[in-house]
């Protein structure tokens, strides 16, 4: 593999992250976290560019795409430790940008208030993968499939970004515009991310599907979270975010109206199930179907509510 | 049993130490001084002329050494047999493929290589594509080949017997069609070379190939070098599995590079590039239809196929005759009518993977017997019972299965699976399917049209006395070919596994037709079995002259001589041997005179020894049109039955366990066998379950990388239960045959039984994918 | 550009002079001629480049050799004496774990990492361990193997 030149900064701090992003802002600057899907994207193409078109490109389509320009300044991130952590106090759980998904999977504040998460960690990619990616880098790189992206938003995230012009914070399922795209700035980067700490009748669950047993981006994928109320017999909120059935993670608000309110009974999961799949918008790619897509969405809906309502009942 | 001392043993890999250390060598990790690194240009367009070709650019650019078209490299035909000689080494006057080489680039660095490449400026005139193997022949579609109108570059027509006798016969007749997609072997070291071109016009090419005798034929035939100048070397090999058996462009291409260069290019592969390049597993489109009587006798199969092989010929018109050949086994099958064809489509070429053509042929005949065996209500195994061959039968078309374990095979994976218990369960999604295949043990006949011996060895035994080295152009892809030689040398010699080195995979030690149609076992082992004999009797016979008996009553075990099953009046002999190593401490005290001491002597006297051993089939087959592909000294057989969870609600399918039993013959090694058969359990489950190329329709390869190309992992696998069946046969050494390509017969078949046991669904299509066993189970729905 | 790093690898430092992009698979492979670590996909999907960074088993083919810089990096040539080969190394060729050779020196360092962090894992453990080290020689059957009685061996030598 062949990469193309570049510079590669490392600073120590955050606020030398801001200054730098600032300083090139007029240059092709790439953050490097994991490297994993970074690299793979800059990297030299062994076939050429398809040209303007050929008999076989479809007519719709938009080739050739424009090639993107490889970046000139790499800036890592993996030398700063404000970055790095998973924290929880009173009422809140931080994650830092630079965590990687394996650190996510072995730690027992994500298992015990973020299973979601922490499934969603756990299925990503090989072990290999979850040694080198972070949740930082996962969620800016905005894949609609993206495995800690999913249940991120299903928990009610909060991203935190920084830069020379100050700090925000920007609710998960608002975060993505488009496959790759997001409302960061140029100049802005995820510092890390917060959950909101619940203390019981609480549960969450997530569930990809894929073909083979790792290594896969999800066909679909599901994450859902239940709050109960105080007789955990009713919903008293009720959060499903889809995975690969839309430009971005996809909130089924549909069927999260459909349960908030309502007492928890194999129909109405089966219901909000179905509620779910009108609230998908899936395409036909070369992994799978819309049609296919859409029934798995109800298939799949269904198993993660059941699994996340055990985990709601066992807590408690 | 005779008692051996070596084979049958689960010795350890010779060759595993410097495996495990990292201190094995890899194309990749060979370094020559001056070195350059060359890189291909390769085509965006699936079909087009090409109307200028500039490298203007890129040679001016700093570092770059050469830059080679086909102005450089002529127009030489070549490919894998001289009946469809279709390529050029690169693209002269069209592009054929997304992929196609049109120049190549070597430079003083790889980034600079690479960067050249992309200065050269090529003009394209588009020309309509041609991407579905099932229309490629219809009328009005533009032909890809001038050679080949219809885009057919190569069509059988075969009828043995007389189907309309056995269809008139029959009780019971179905139909049933089975499709797969274009695969890739997917080994893990991409292919890789270095070619170095002296002052005197020697080449030599070092390179990941599994064929060195035929890439040094094709080097020498295109580059136009008289082939006694050309040395083609593999050094240790990441997999083969079929794509590497041949030569490539890219060898081409290098070596070009080397000779216009005069220094030393290396040339490696990314792993996009062996998708675009591996001519790997056709795809195949088959039907058939099946006469039985009822109560299971096979009757006639009338079978239709179309090979879709891409953009050149390749192996492919082998692999149109192997798609029916070996159907003619392992059950009983006096008529058989074949209609098959290759065409040519713009797509990469496809060529001779694991098992060649018949193993997507043996998944839809084995899948339409459980359909029958269903329809009869008979048990699946009874039915293949009732029909398997015996050893010494000849199928329709003439192989002759001179030894075949089969039923052996069959009753052990029934009677070690609890398959009866198993079948009367009907625990929900769960099933259980069986499946027979055999493969050849070795191509009967070698690619181009010659009497050469197919092997030949030479043993060396050490002049200073105790080691043997065996020569053999032979190729060691990680098969175990190797460590087999030297067993069997050692077992043969009566010395330790460690006294015998292996030196191979070189055209310059001897001939030898290379790792592929799993030939390796019986062949080359029986040459090295002559050499070592013929060495061993060298040997003794100085020694049975020296104590003044006679040779008969000499042998060797485990190092040590044996003079009529004793020790034997040795002292004359060891104080002649003592003589010379004055000085030496830890000389050899056993009782008996030892094999060290012994060959010395023999050396003493004659000099430096060799036994010398070669092989070659004798004519074999028909002499009808297309008869020797299916020919083989030997068939190795294979039974396997596979336990499955369906998931009915999203389709996926859990194998849970894979039971097989594989008759090689004689077990060399049976650590060796074993890991040949779960190696080829695992490649079929992949491409049953989740192995397929996908293109997009402009001709690109869409998932050219091991993420979406998926074959299985760790996780994917399941616990796999290998038996071995030894069929003593006669034409191997010490009765061995094959089990590298035979082994993976079964198991597409399996699946796709168990998977019909599950669910009762009758699949059509490959791989069997979450998506594509969700379709099934609505039409299913559909039509209940 | 190029920068000064200094490679902690098998033990010994290493100082370096590497450009940004270069990646530490090819500094190991190249400048440091320790060609036991493979280079099979460059894309992070295979798992013959694995090495270990800080005891993590790490694909060096998608890390830059400056970014390992301070790490302990680990590869197959570090793990034996001479020899004397590890338990994990001695159990892959006792066991037929090996064929093409490969994807060996990935295999056992994630074997180690996995042995290192859990003594006694389960067939299933090993397997999701070795769930991103593609073999496709092997049917991964006789690996599984290898690391259990491997795991067994140290456990016994404590």
Same mark, same amino acid.
């Given at each position: 593999?062949v990469?193309?030149?570049?510079?590669?900064?490392e600073?120590?701090?955050i606020?030398?992250?801001?200054?730098?992003?600032?300083?090139?802002?007029?240059?092709?600057?790439?953050?490097?976290?994991g490297?994993?899907?970074?690299f !793979?994207? =800059?990297?030299k193409?062994?076939?050429?560019?398809?040209?303007?078109?050929?008999s076989?490109c479809p007519?719709? +389509?938009?080739?050739?795409? !424009?090639?993107?320009?490889?970046p000139?300044?790499?800036?890592?991130l993996?030398?700063?430790?404000?970055l790095k952590? /998973?924290?929880v106090?009173?009422?809140?759980?931080s =994650?830092?940008?630079?965590?990687?998904?394996?650190?996510?999977?072995?730690?027992d504040?994500i &298992?015990?208030?973020?299973?979601?998460?922490?499934q969603?960690?756990?299925?990503? &990619?090989?072990p290999?993968?979850?040694?080198?990616?972070?949740?930082g880098?996962?969620?800016?790189?905005?894949?609609?499939?993206?495995?800690?992206?999913?249940?991120a938003?299903?928990?009610?995230?909060?991203?935190?970004?920084?830069?020379?012009?100050?700090?925000?914070e920007?609710?998960?399922?608002?975060?993505?515009e &488009?496959?790759?795209?997001? !409302?960061?700035?140029?100049?802005?980067?995820?510092?890390?991310?917060?959950?909101?700490?619940?203390?019981?009748?609480?549960?969450?669950a997530?569930?990809?599907?894929?073909n083979?047993k790792?290594?896969e /981006?999800?066909?679909? +994928?599901?994450?859902?979270?239940?709050?109960?109320s105080?007789?955990l017999?009713?919903?008293?909120?009720a959060?499903i975010?889809?995975?690969?059935?839309?430009?971005?993670?996809?909130?089924?608000?549909?069927?999260?109206n459909?349960?908030q309110g309502?007492?928890?009974?194999?129909?109405?999961?089966?219901?909000a199930?179905?509620?779910?799949?009108?609230?998908?918008?899936?395409?036909?790619?070369?992994?799978?179907?819309?049609?296919y897509?859409l029934e798995?969405?109800e298939?799949?809906?269904?198993? !993660?509510?059941?699994?996340?309502?055990?985990?709601a009942?066992?807590?408690n | 049993?005779?008692?051996?001392?070596?084979l049958?043993?689960?010795?350890?890999?010779?060759?595993?130490?410097?495996?495990?250390?990292g201190?094995a060598?890899?194309v990749?990790?060979?370094?020559?001084?001056?070195?350059?690194?060359?890189? %291909?240009?390769?085509?965006p367009?699936?079909?087009a002329?090409?109307?200028?070709?500039?490298?203007?650019?890129?040679?001016?650019l700093?570092?770059?050494?050469?830059?080679?078209?086909?102005?450089?490299a002529?127009?030489?035909?070549?490919?894998v047999?001289p009946?469809?000689?279709d390529? $050029?080494?690169?693209c002269?006057d069209?592009? *054929?493929?997304?992929?196609?080489?049109?120049?190549?680039?070597a430079?003083?660095?790889?980034?600079?290589?690479?960067?050249?490449?992309?200065?050269?400026?090529?003009?394209?005139?588009?020309?309509?594509?041609?991407?579905d193997?099932l229309?490629?022949?219809?009328?009005?579609?533009?032909?890809?080949h001038?050679?080949?109108?219809?885009?057919?570059?190569?069509?059988?027509h075969?009828?043995?017997?007389d189907?309309?006798?056995?269809?008139?016969?029959?009780?019971?007749?179905?139909?049933d069609?089975?499709?797969?997609?274009?695969?890739?072997?997917?080994?893990?070291?991409p292919?890789?070379? %270095?070619?170095e071109?002296?002052? $005197?016009?020697?080449?030599?090419?070092?390179?990941?190939t599994?064929?060195?005798?035929?890439?040094?034929?094709?080097?020498?035939?295109?580059?136009?070098?008289p082939?006694?100048?050309?040395?083609?070397?593999?050094?240790?090999?990441?997999g083969?599995?079929?794509?590497?058996?041949?030569?490539?462009?890219a060898?081409?291409?290098?070596?070009?590079?080397?000779?216009?260069?005069?220094k030393?290019?290396?040339?490696?592969?990314?792993?996009?590039?062996?998708?675009?390049?591996?001519?790997?597993?056709?795809?195949f489109?088959?039907?058939?239809?099946?006469?039985?009587? *009822?109560?299971?006798?096979l009757?006639?199969?009338?079978?239709?196929?179309?090979?879709?092989?891409?953009?050149y010929?390749?192996f492919?018109?082998?692999?149109?005759?192997?798609?029916?050949?070996l159907?003619?086994?392992?059950?009983?099958?006096?008529?058989m009518?074949?209609?098959?064809?290759?065409?040519?489509?713009?797509?990469?070429?496809?060529?001779?993977?694991?098992?060649?053509?018949?193993?997507?042929?043996?998944?839809?005949?084995?899948?339409?017997?459980?359909?029958?065996?269903?329809?009869?209500k008979? @048990?699946?195994?009874?039915?293949?019972?009732?029909?398997?061959?015996?050893?010494?039968e000849?199928?329709?078309?003439?192989?002759n299965?001179?030894?075949l374990?089969?039923?052996?095979?069959?009753?052990a994976v029934r009677?070690?699976?609890?398959?009866?218990?198993?079948r009367?369960r009907?625990e929900?999604?769960?099933?259980?399917?069986?499946?027979?295949?055999?493969?050849?043990?070795g191509a009967?006949?070698?690619?181009?049209?010659?009497?050469?011996?197919?092997?030949?060895?030479?043993?060396?035994? $050490?002049d200073?006395?105790?080691?043997?080295?065996?020569?053999?152009g032979?190729?060691e892809?990680?098969?175990?070919?190797?460590?087999?030689l030297?067993? %069997?040398t050692?077992?043969?010699?009566?010395?330790?596994?460690d006294?015998?080195h292996?030196?191979?995979?070189?055209?310059?030690?001897?001939?030898?037709?290379?790792?592929y149609?799993?030939?390796?076992?019986?062949?080359t082992?029986?040459?090295?079995?002559?050499?070592?004999? @013929?060495?061993?009797?060298k040997?003794?016979?100085?020694?049975?002259d020296?104590m003044?008996?006679s040779?008969?009553?000499?042998?060797?075990? @485990?190092?040590?001589?044996?003079v009529?099953?004793?020790?034997?009046?040795?002292?004359e002999?060891?104080?002649?041997?003592?003589?010379?190593?004055?000085?030496?401490?830890?000389?050899?005290?056993?009782?008996?005179?030892?094999?060290?001491e012994?060959?010395?002597?023999?050396f003493?006297?004659?000099g430096s020894?060799?036994?010398?051993g070669?092989?070659?089939p004798?004519?074999?087959?028909?002499?009808?049109?297309?008869?020797?592909?299916?020919?083989?000294?030997?068939?190795?057989?294979?039974?396997?039955?596979?336990?499955?969870?369906?998931?009915?609600?999203?389709?996926?399918?859990?194998?849970?366990?894979?039971?097989?039993?594989?008759?090689?013959?004689?077990?060399i090694?049976?650590?060796?066998?074993?890991g040949?058969?779960?190696?080829?359990?695992?490649?079929?489950?992949?491409?049953?379950?989740?192995?397929?190329? *996908?293109?997009d329709?402009?001709?690109?390869?869409?998932?050219?990388?091991?993420?979406?190309?998926?074959i299985?992992?760790?996780? @994917?696998?399941?616990?796999l239960?290998?038996?071995?069946?030894?069929?003593?046969e006669? $034409?191997?050494?010490f009765?061995a045959?094959?089990?590298?390509?035979?082994?993976?017969?079964?198991?597409?078949p399996?699946?796709?039984?168990?998977?019909?046991?599950?669910?009762?669904?009758?699949?059509?299509?490959?791989?069997?994918?979450?998506?594509?066993?969700?379709?099934?189970?609505k039409?299913? *729905?559909?039509?209940? | 550009?190029?920068?000064?790093?200094?490679l902690?690898?098998?033990?010994?430092?290493?100082?370096?002079?590497?450009?940004d992009?270069?990646?530490?698979?090819?500094?190991? #492979?190249?400048?440091?001629?320790?060609?036991?670590?493979?280079?099979?996909?460059?894309?992070g999907?295979?798992?013959?480049?694995?090495?270990?960074?800080?005891?993590?088993?790490?694909f060096?083919?998608?890390?830059?050799?400056?970014?390992?810089?301070?790490?302990?990096?680990?590869?197959?040539?570090?793990?034996?004496?001479?020899?004397?080969?590890?338990?994990?190394?001695?159990?892959?060729?006792?066991h037929?774990?090996?064929?093409?050779?490969?994807?060996?020196?990935?295999m056992?360092?994630?074997?180690?990492a996995l042995?290192?962090?859990?003594?006694?894992?389960?067939?299933k453990?090993? #397997?999701?361990?070795?769930?991103?080290?593609?073999?496709?020689?092997?049917?991964?059957?006789?690996?599984?193997?290898?690391?259990?009685?491997?795991?067994e061996?140290? #456990?016994?030598?404590?």
């Open positions: 593999m990469l193309p030149r570049f510079e590669v900064i600073p120590k701090t606020s030398e992250v801001c200054i730098e992003l600032a300083r090139l802002k007029n240059s092709n600057v790439r953050l490097l976290a490297g994993t899907d970074l !793979v994207d =800059i990297r193409k062994i076939l050429p560019e398809h040209l303007p078109r050929c076989g007519p719709e +389509s938009n080739d050739p795409q !424009v090639p993107m320009k490889p000139e300044f790499l800036i890592s993996s030398r700063i430790n404000e952590g /998973i924290y106090d009173e009422s809140t759980i =994650i830092g940008a630079m965590t990687t998904i394996t650190e996510l999977t072995e730690s504040i &298992g015990k208030y973020l299973g979601a998460l922490a969603g960690a756990d299925s990503l &990619g090989s290999l993968v979850r040694n080198r990616g972070t949740i880098g996962n969620i800016a790189n905005a894949r609609p499939a993206a495995d800690t992206f999913i249940p938003v299903a928990l009610e995230g909060t991203i935190c970004v920084s830069s020379s012009d100050g700090n925000r920007i609710p998960a399922d608002s975060f993505a &488009g496959p790759g795209q997001t !409302v960061l700035k140029k100049n802005e980067f995820i510092t890390h991310l917060i959950f909101e700490k619940y203390r019981n009748k609480y549960g969450s997530y569930q990809k599907l894929a083979r790792a290594l /981006i999800s066909t679909i +994928s599901v994450g859902a979270f239940l709050l109960l105080d007789d017999k009713g919903i008293e909120k959060r975010a889809l995975g690969a059935v839309g430009p971005t993670p996809i909130l089924a608000t549909n069927a999260m459909y349960l309502k007492e928890h009974a194999e129909s109405i999961f089966n219901e199930s179905k509620l779910a799949a009108k609230d998908a918008k899936p395409i036909t790619d070369h992994r799978s179907s819309r049609e897509r798995m969405v298939v799949i809906t269904k198993r !993660v509510l059941d699994f996340a309502l055990k985990r009942l066992k807590r | 049993m005779k008692d051996f001392r070596i049958n043993s689960r010795a350890p890999r010779i060759d595993a130490f410097d495996k495990v250390t201190k060598i890899f990749d990790d060979i370094k020559r001084p001056n070195m350059l690194y060359g890189a %291909i240009l390769h085509s367009l699936a079909h002329k090409i109307l200028n070709i500039d490298t203007s650019t890129a040679e001016k700093p570092g770059v050494k050469k830059v080679v078209t086909s102005k450089e002529g127009n030489v035909r070549w490919g047999s009946a469809r000689y390529e $050029n080494i690169f002269i069209k592009v *054929k493929y997304v992929g196609d080489e049109i120049a190549a680039v430079a003083v660095d790889l980034e600079t290589a690479r960067e050249a490449v992309e200065l050269i400026k090529v003009d394209y005139e588009e020309l309509p594509i041609v991407l193997g229309k490629a022949m219809d009328e009005g579609k533009p032909q890809i001038p050679k080949y109108p219809r885009n057919t570059s190569a069509e059988v075969w009828h043995f017997g189907i309309e006798k056995g269809r008139a016969e029959s009780d019971y007749i179905r139909t069609s089975l499709s797969s997609k274009m695969q890739d072997a997917a080994f893990m070291e292919q890789s070379m %270095i070619a071109y002296d002052q $005197n016009g020697y080449l030599t090419l070092t390179s990941s599994q064929a060195p005798h035929y890439v040094q034929r094709t080097l020498a035939m295109a580059l136009k070098i082939l006694h100048k050309v040395r083609v070397i593999k050094p240790y090999v990441g083969g599995f079929g794509p590497k058996a041949a030569c490539s462009t060898e081409l291409a290098t070596c070009l590079l080397a000779i216009q260069t005069g030393p290019v290396k040339l490696i592969f990314e792993r996009e590039q062996v998708f675009l390049h591996s001519r790997a597993r056709h795809q489109f088959h039907k058939m239809t099946t006469g039985v009587k *009822k109560d299971g006798t009757m006639f199969l009338d079978h239709e196929a179309i090979l879709d092989g891409g953009a010929t390749s492919g018109i082998a692999t149109v005759y192997y798609a029916a050949s159907l003619g086994g392992p059950y009983r099958l006096k008529n009518k074949y209609d098959g064809y290759r065409v040519i489509t713009n797509k990469p070429a496809c060529g001779a993977q694991r098992g060649h053509g018949a193993v997507i042929a043996r998944a839809c005949f084995e899948m339409q017997l459980d359909r029958i065996a269903r329809e009869l008979l @048990d699946p195994i009874e039915l293949r019972l009732k029909n398997v061959m015996s050893t010494g000849v199928t329709c078309n003439e192989l299965m001179s030894s374990g089969m039923r052996e095979c069959l009753e009677d070690k699976s609890g398959w009866q218990d198993k009367k009907s929900k999604g769960k099933g259980i399917g069986a499946s027979c295949g055999f493969f050849v043990s009967g006949y070698p690619i181009y049209r010659s009497t050469t011996f197919h092997c030949t060895i030479v043993t060396k035994l $050490n200073v006395g105790g080691t043997v080295t065996v020569y053999s032979s190729a892809i990680g098969q175990g070919s190797d460590t087999m030297a067993m %069997i050692a077992e043969v010699l009566g010395i330790p596994l006294a015998v292996v030196l191979s995979g070189d055209t310059e030690l001897t001939v030898d037709l290379g790792a149609s799993s030939r390796t076992t019986l062949m082992g029986n040459a090295a079995k002559e050499a070592a004999e @013929d060495l061993k009797r040997i003794l016979e100085v020694i049975a020296k003044d008996v040779i008969d009553s000499l042998d060797f075990k @485990d190092g040590l001589l044996y009529d099953g004793g020790v034997g009046d040795i002292g002999l060891r104080r002649e041997y003592r003589k010379e190593h004055l000085g030496f401490k830890d000389l050899p005290s056993e009782t008996h005179l030892t094999f060290l012994a060959s010395r002597l023999a003493l006297e004659k020894l060799v036994g010398t070669k092989y070659k004798p004519p074999l087959g028909g002499s009808f049109k297309g008869a020797t592909v299916g020919t083989s000294p030997a068939f190795g057989c294979s039974a396997q039955i596979a336990e499955v969870q369906v998931d009915r609600e999203t389709g996926n399918i859990t194998v849970n366990k894979v039971t097989g039993a594989h008759d090689c013959g004689f077990a090694n049976r650590t060796q066998v074993e040949q058969m779960q190696g080829s359990i695992s490649m079929g489950l992949g491409e049953a379950l989740m192995e397929e190329i *996908k293109y329709s402009c001709g690109r390869i869409v998932n050219a990388n091991l993420a979406e190309y998926k299985p992992t760790s996780l @994917d696998m399941p616990e239960d290998a038996i071995i069946v030894e069929s003593n006669p $034409n191997g050494p009765g045959k094959e089990v590298g390509e035979g082994a993976i017969m079964p198991t597409i399996a699946i796709i039984n168990a998977v019909y046991d599950a669910t009762d669904l009758e699949v059509d299509e490959l791989p069997l994918t979450p998506e594509r066993i969700r379709s099934y189970i039409k299913q *729905k559909n039509n209940s | 550009m190029k920068k000064h790093i200094t902690n690898v098998n033990g010994k430092d290493h100082e370096l002079l590497v450009e992009n270069r990646l530490l698979v090819d500094v190991i #492979r190249e400048d440091l001629h320790l060609t036991g670590t493979k280079k099979g996909c460059g894309i999907d295979c798992g013959v480049c694995t090495v270990l960074m800080d005891g993590v088993p790490t060096s083919c998608l890390v830059l050799a400056i970014q390992a810089s301070g790490s302990e990096i680990v590869t197959i040539e570090g793990i034996s004496d001479g020899n004397d080969l590890h338990p994990l190394q001695q159990a892959f060729i006792d037929g774990a090996v064929q093409c050779g490969f994807c060996t020196s990935g056992i360092l994630s074997s180690l042995l290192n962090k859990n003594p006694s894992p389960t067939e453990d090993i #397997r999701k361990a070795l769930s991103g080290n593609l073999c496709r020689c092997t049917g991964y059957q006789k690996i599984v193997d290898a690391v259990l009685a491997a795991a061996i140290m #456990r016994a030598e404590g």
